[in-house]
């Protein structure tokens, strides 16, 4: 055979060993890239499985509701690579949501509270399905590492129907959601709003405790705990603290002459004075029976005085329901020296006593001195 005729046959059999080559390359890269989507699909799965873990796990042992809103907000969005995020939650009786936790705000970051009609809600609570809308300067808070996100991942959470709050997801570009992640950010909702709702029976749950049914005021262990707390603040600002222990005078007769049901309605409205007479920052409860008790911070012994016999004065005027007339005593204890804030309200019994010894509708004043000397 002629030596070009050879050439020829080897050339052919060169091209063709190159072609395979090339289709065995292509193979291997279809393959390779197969095997990382696989793996990342796998990933990806292991990942919303250890979300939705975590998440029923911070359901089921806490009922703190900070501590599941956390988990979910965290992991979620590390999951959909966004750069910040905040949990909203329903205000009872508004049309609007607060921030109720965040990441990667900075402190004072606008949009704390969140209308209903507005973006970058409105769309997706119209939907009552995650998306992504755009945000303006008006509604972007500022991030930790600096500047505005763009754009806002939306994730509405309710349940039954009604709902209870919204996720946002602060994104620097615009994302189109596949299947899976609509799939998976709902599932994250549906977790945090099984969340708030044991948080809101556990709170109901506290609020029974420490409410009186009848008054609505504090109830006596909750007053205990909040004297606790006033002590501790007045010792820490190194103030002052007054302590008012107020009874209705003869209320025995109100209830035997006009029946439980008509003594039930005095002690309602005696409360609503007692309400209405207070400074916001003073408390006041029910301490039993017919006794209320009122914790005045950062009052000596003449604003205590003062205001005792502004509510004995207005309960008197007052014309309580059936048109009856009732009048209360009060005993008051007042004190700067921080190592008689436990005797308060012992000191105030007593003058209550004094007042009733007194001849009732009167306000009488306790001698604190007598408890220094006894120390001493």
Not at 255 to 282: C, F, M, P, Q, T
Not at 292 to 319: C, D, P, S, Y
């Amino acid at each position: 055979m002629e030596p070009a005729g050879i050439l020829l046959i080897v050339s052919v059999f060169l091209v063709a060993a190159l072609m395979l080559l090339t289709l065995s390359l292509m193979r291997l890269r279809g393959a390779a890239r197969e095997l990382e989507a696989t793996l990342a699909d796998q990933t990806g799965a292991r990942d919303r499985a250890d979300l939705l873990l975590a998440l029923a796990s911070a359901v089921n042992s806490s009922l703190a509701v900070e501590e599941v809103l956390n988990v979910a907000l965290t992991h979620i969005g590390r999951l959909m690579g966004s750069v910040a995020g905040a949990m909203y939650l329903v205000r009872p009786g508004k049309a609007e949501l607060y921030r109720e936790s965040a990441y990667n705000l900075t402190q004072r970051a606008r949009g704390g509270v969140r209308q209903l009609d507005e973006e970058p809600l409105r769309s997706a609570v119209a939907a009552m399905r995650p998306l992504v809308v755009k945000l303006d300067e008006r509604s972007a808070p500022g991030l930790d590492q600096g500047g505005h996100p763009q754009h806002a991942l939306v994730v509405p959470i309710q349940r039954s129907g009604q709902l209870m709050g919204a996720m946002e997801l602060y994104l620097n570009a615009w994302r189109e959601l596949t299947d899976d992640q609509v799939e998976l950010l709902n599932g994250v909702a549906s977790q945090a709003a099984i969340a708030i709702r044991h948080a809101q029976l556990f709170e109901a749950q506290e609020e029974n405790a420490l409410t009186d049914e009848l008054t609505k005021l504090p109830n006596r262990r909750a007053l205990a705990q909040r004297f606790l707390e006033e002590m501790q603040r007045a010792r820490r600002h190194h103030k002052g603290m007054a302590f008012l222990m107020i009874d209705i005078d003869h209320f025995k007769l109100v209830n035997d002459s006009y029946g439980h049901l008509e003594g039930d309605a005095v002690l309602a409205d005696l409360a609503k004075i007692l309400i209405a007479g207070k400074r916001e920052s003073d408390v006041c409860a029910r301490y039993g029976g017919e006794e209320f008790g009122l914790i005045l911070h950062e009052t000596n012994e003449t604003g205590a005085m003062t205001l005792a016999e502004r509510i004995r004065a207005k309960v008197q005027g007052a014309t309580f329901p059936g048109g009856l007339k009732v009048t209360i005593s009060i005993g008051v204890a007042a004190t700067e020296d921080e190592s008689l804030f436990t005797s308060l309200i012992e000191k105030a019994d007593q003058a209550l006593y004094a007042a009733k010894q007194a001849g009732r509708n009167a306000v009488r004043l306790a001698d604190m001195r007598t408890v220094s000397s006894r120390r001493e």
